[in-house]
């Protein structure tokens, strides 16, 4: 699995971003968290499919960002305002509500988290929670996958990084203040449910990697940002499926899914007028993307930048 857990944390596991935003933990003396940027200019991808009468926007998004970047504009701020719908992955739900669906599905029943670990792996994982002075017990109602994320998850608090910086609030914000529609393409239960189904192996070895790879998670959130920002889906798709060596991680959290909405797009095409759709980015990029999946039905997203 390897990088797979650092990218995913970003681009897949949107809807426990609430739950491990909510843990506190304070960077170790050689990682502090970053200042804010002073303001940048992005130009992330934006991609399209289109018949004679219906227009479906393919964006993809990080789901934390610093503040003081400059991304909704030019050709992505054209295509929302001239979108009558924006489609996130799951639609917005407050963050209590969202906290509360995550403790109902990620919590252990009869079992503490580190006595499902190796000794090896909870020797160490115990030493990343020591330096991050958050107590030893603090995660062991968890199930490893949700214990793992969390993990993957708070180097971009420790960055300053935050999900009301991210792709999908400022989206949000802005279709609303323009009387837009607002939908989803999945729900918050199946979102969890997809890591909950997996195996206790996977689980467990996701949790270990996101532990020994955890102070590299800084320089990767950076890399990942540039790609996102430079419009650059073939680096990111690098990134993402680099040492991707769990099959059954990718087909549940990104192949399956982007068979899914691809499908959900050509069926929307039988039906006029224009929608925004914004995604993690790591499914529109790297093999088997969303557009790999349009391709295999015949239809063809066109980059508009």
């Known amino acids: 699995m390897k990088r797979a857990y650092r990218t995913f944390a970003a681009t897949v596991a949107l809807a426990v971003f609430a739950f491990a935003g909510a843990v506190h933990a304070e960077a170790p003396a050689a990682k502090p968290a970053a200042e804010a940027p002073a303001p940048r200019q992005l130009k992330?991808?934006?991609?399209?499919?289109a018949d004679a009468d219906t227009t479906i926007y393919l964006f993809g998004t990080i789901h934390a960002l610093p503040k003081g970047l400059v991304w909704l504009d030019g050709p992505v701020g054209q295509a929302l305002d001239g979108s009558a719908e924006l489609i996130t992955e799951i639609p917005e739900v407050p963050a209590a509500e969202q906290q509360k669906t995550?403790?109902?599905?990620?919590?252990?029943?009869?079992?503490?988290?580190?006595?499902?670990?190796?000794?090896?792996?909870?020797?160490?994982?115990?030493?990343?929670?020591?330096?991050?002075?958050?107590?030893?017990e603090a995660f062991d109602p968890l199930e490893p996958w949700l214990a793992g994320i969390t993990l993957g998850v708070m180097p971009y608090?420790?960055?300053?990084?935050?999900?009301?910086?991210?792709?999908e609030a400022v989206l949000r914000k802005a279709a609303l203040a323009k009387g837009k529609k607002l939908g989803a393409l999945e729900t918050v239960e199946y979102q969890l449910g997809l890591f909950?189904?997996?195996?206790?192996?996977?689980?467990?070895?996701?949790?270990?990697e996101a532990v020994r790879d955890f102070d590299k998670s800084f320089a990767i959130i950076g890399t990942m940002t540039?790609?996102?920002g430079s419009g650059d889906p073939e680096g990111l798709g690098k990134l993402i499926n680099e040492n991707?060596?769990?099959?059954?991680?990718?087909?549940?959290?990104l192949y399956q899914r982007n068979r899914n909405w691809a499908s959900w797009i050509a069926r929307r095409l039988d039906q006029p007028g224009t929608v925004f759709i914004a995604v993690g980015a790591g499914h529109l990029a790297g093999v088997q993307s969303v557009?790999?999946?349009?391709?295999a039905q015949g239809l063809t997203a066109t980059r508009v930048q």
Do not use: C, H, N
């Open 196 to 208: 909950d189904q997996l195996p206790r192996e996977a689980q467990l070895k996701f949790l270990g």
């Open 291 to 295: 557009q790999d999946m349009l391709k």
């Open 44 to 49: 992330p991808a934006l991609w399209k499919v």
């Open 157 to 167: 608090a420790m960055a300053g990084y935050g999900a009301d910086s991210g792709v």
């Open 244 to 253: 991707m060596d769990d099959p059954e991680l990718a087909e549940t959290l």
């Open 102 to 136: 995550v403790m109902a599905v990620g919590l252990l029943k009869g079992e503490t988290l580190r006595s499902l670990m190796p000794d090896a792996d909870r020797v160490a994982y115990e030493a990343l929670l020591a330096k991050l002075k958050i107590p030893a």
């Open 226 to 228: 540039d790609e996102w």
